[in-house]
């Protein structure tokens, strides 16, 4: 059964972005995304599950996102992902109009043309909110998150925030907890090396963290 893992960068408050914008620049930090959601051993691919916002806030020369299956989310079924006159773009991508749309395309072999190695949900946070929703009881839900920590400054001014996975699940009976990982597990789980610690870019602090339940 599917499993879905969110790729996030959030502040100490879950702070996630400013007025339709990342509000922080960290190039090592995108180089570790485009590293971790695009590897996949040989045959197979990863899916990256996005919102119609975040599809279009992805730089028209860098869409659909490389060597993944792109799946975006739109309410309007009518949506145009790529303008009629495009070239051919160099990954596949797929409108769903739902989270649970979504749940059966992934769910379903025969719906991708190469076999999906891992599933990621990169945004925004109503898609985060949506898909941590997920009962861990359906068949297909959220057991992971991996979580750019932004330490300081506090980014005070960010009007789009991340669910609070931790304060929501205390309060969710029946259901297992999350776990912080050790930094061992991280890096197996990504199959490269991740910086430990606390690592520093453009006067931004932050660490790479892994959550699991």
């Known amino acids: 059964m599917p499993r879905l893992t969110i790729v996030v960068a959030a502040t100490r408050n879950n702070g996630i972005g400013r007025a339709a914008t990342l509000p922080w620049r960290l190039p090592k930090e995108m180089s570790f995304f485009r590293q971790i959601t695009s590897a996949a051993p040989e045959g197979s691919m990863n899916a990256v599950v996005m919102g119609r916002a975040t599809w279009e806030s992805i730089p028209k020369k860098f869409r659909p996102l490389p060597k993944r ?3 975006v989310i739109s309410r309007n079924t009518q949506y145009e992902l790529m303008p009629s006159d495009a070239e051919t773009p160099q990954a596949s991508v ?20 190469k076999p999906l190695y891992r599933s990621f949900v990169v945004g925004g946070a ?4 949506a898909t941590l ?3 861990p009881s359906s068949e297909t839900f959220v057991d992971r998150i991996l979580l750019t ?3 300081s400054p506090a980014f005070e001014d960010c009007d789009v925030f991340f669910p609070d996975f931790l304060a929501e699940n ?17 890096k197996e789980w990504a199959g490269f090396d991740v910086p ?12 790479f963290q892994m959550w699991v339940r």
């Open 69 to 71: 299956l792109n799946i």
């Open 94 to 113: 797929y409108l769903q109009s739902s989270v649970e749309s979504v749940a059966e395309r992934l769910a379903q072999p025969q719906n991708v043309e």
């Open 126 to 129: 109503h898609i985060y909110g």
């Open 133 to 135: 929703a997920l009962p």
């Open 149 to 151: 920590r932004v330490l």
């Open 170 to 186: 205390s309060t969710e009976v029946g259901q297992s907890g999350w776990r912080r990982a050790s930094h061992k597990e991280l």
């Open 196 to 207: 430990e610690g606390v690592q520093e870019e453009n006067g931004v602090q932050y660490e």
